[in-house]
């Protein structure tokens, strides 16, 4: 089988090409690309063909139809940084594509403003909702925006000053070309940009689980801080895993699950269409847009969902088969946690660690508040919660 060479390029084009991914491109019978990429060749016999949109959906048709052939893709930059390397090597193998790295754009930004690469965080909006920036805002921090386009730094303002943060915006163009720009935000913004954001002021959210119950829109159904940190605690989310939030409510779990690490995923399982709304805000709010929300009645609506690490049931319990059905999707070593206020939720899940193991535990929570002109306590619905691991 043929192999794929993939060569990162800059802002500067063929000048800025080192020899060897020069020999590749020279050696190439065809080349993919974008429309600018390509424009930045020299002319050649090979043959060129710009990307289509969407990409990805084609990328097996194109390749399948030049298979046996010399082929070279220009990826912008360090094709495995949020590039078509990565997809290649995903669809390929590792052992089919050949990457001939150029510094990436992140690289030559920090290089440019003087930040420490290991300390910048790095958000893409290319191709994904630009609220993930709302997860990595906090004082202090410095933050490179990847743009779709030219409307970006503009929608990234807007942001910052949705959530209150006052920053320092720097607005890169075209870096590493004779002509790359360096300068605040302004209406004429060329397409290739990145935004550079060091936050200033703001109020930001706490990493650990049991944000603050205000943080999230609801109507009631919420898992309140306290209980929502323990369950977090249970459920461990590690990196890469997946978790069904069944009975999702304001989706505070799923949510919290997807904050713990960027690789984390979570399923909101929700049969409320209000709610569902709900749970949608609150993940872009806070940073997790990616949670995926499905609308329907467990257990029905978990039949086609991907293979859970973990599965939180928030609520119905008491509906037949639910815990069944959530236990035999689990992969091995998975975890299962339960919530149960009403005597009944209870019963039920006394029952079921009576047949499957695990642990059980009472919560209790009394949180001071104001009894006429003194303080006293009140105490929150106690929560029964059944862990096991299958």
């Given at each position: 089988?043929?192999?794929?060479?993939?060569?990162?390029?800059?802002?500067?084009?063929?000048?800025?090409?080192?020899?060897?991914?020069?020999?590749?491109?020279?050696?190439?019978e065809v080349i993919f690309g974008s429309t600018?990429?390509?424009?930045?060749?020299?002319?050649?016999?090979?043959?060129?063909?710009?990307?289509?949109?969407?990409m990805l959906p084609a990328l097996p048709r194109l390749l399948a139809e030049h298979e046996?052939?010399?082929?070279?893709?220009?990826?912008?930059?360090?094709?495995?940084?949020?590039?078509?390397?990565?997809?290649?090597?995903r669809v390929l193998g590792a052992g089919r594509v050949r990457v001939?790295?150029?510094?990436?754009?992140?690289?030559?930004?920090?290089?440019?403003?003087?930040?420490?690469?290991?300390?910048?965080?790095?958000?893409?909006?290319?191709g994904r909702p630009l609220e993930v920036l709302n997860a990595v805002l906090a004082p202090g921090r410095r933050v490179l925006v990847l743009s779709a386009d030219a409307t970006t730094p503009a929608k990234v303002e807007g942001l910052l000053a949705g959530r209150g943060f006052r920053a320092d915006v720097t607005i890169l163009e075209r870096l590493g070309a004779p002509d790359e720009r360096i300068g605040p935000p302004h209406p004429d913004v060329d397409p290739l940009n990145i935004v550079a954001v060091h936050c200033l002021e703001g109020a930001a959210l706490p990493l650990t689980p049991g944000l603050p119950d205000d943080a999230y829109e609801h109507d009631g159904q919420l898992t309140k801080r306290e209980i929502r940190a323990v369950t977090l605690a249970r459920l461990a989310p590690r990196p890469g895993e997946i978790l069904?939030?069944?009975?999702?409510?304001?989706?505070?779990?799923?949510?919290?699950?997807?904050?713990?690490?960027?690789?984390?995923?979570?399923?909101?399982?929700?049969r409320d269409p209000e709610r569902a709304e709900r749970i949608r805000a609150n993940a872009a709010a806070l940073g997790v847009p990616g949670l995926e929300i499905v609308e329907g009645a467990a257990p029905a609506a978990l039949e086609f969902l991907e293979t859970p690490d973990a599965i939180f049931v928030g609520g119905g319990v008491t509906v037949p088969g639910m815990v069944d059905a959530c236990w035999n999707a689990l992969r091995p070593g998975g975890r299962l946690v339960v919530n149960a206020v009403t005597v009944e939720s209870e019963r039920e899940v006394t029952g079921h660690q009576a047949r499957l193991g695990g642990d059980l535990t009472r919560?209790?929570?009394?949180?001071?508040?104001?009894?006429?002109?003194?303080?006293g306590w009140r105490t929150m619905m106690p929560v029964t919660q059944w862990t096991v691991t299958r």
């Open positions: 089988m043929s192999e794929t060479t993939v060569v990162g390029i800059g802002a500067d084009g063929w000048a800025g090409l080192p020899e060897t991914s020069r020999a590749a491109v020279s050696a190439a600018r990429q390509l424009d930045l060749l020299p002319d050649s016999d090979a043959e060129r063909v710009a990307w289509p949109s969407p046996g052939r010399r082929i070279t893709v220009l990826a912008s930059g360090d094709p495995m940084f949020y590039g078509v390397g990565s997809t290649l090597v001939l790295p150029h510094p990436s754009s992140v690289s030559l930004a920090c290089a440019r403003l003087g930040w420490p690469l290991e300390e910048t965080e790095i958000v893409s909006a290319v069904w939030d069944v009975g999702a409510g304001a989706g505070s779990i799923g949510i919290e699950w997807m904050r713990a690490h960027r690789s984390c995923q979570a399923v909101a399982v929700e919560i209790a929570v009394s949180r001071a508040a104001p009894v006429g002109g003194f303080t």
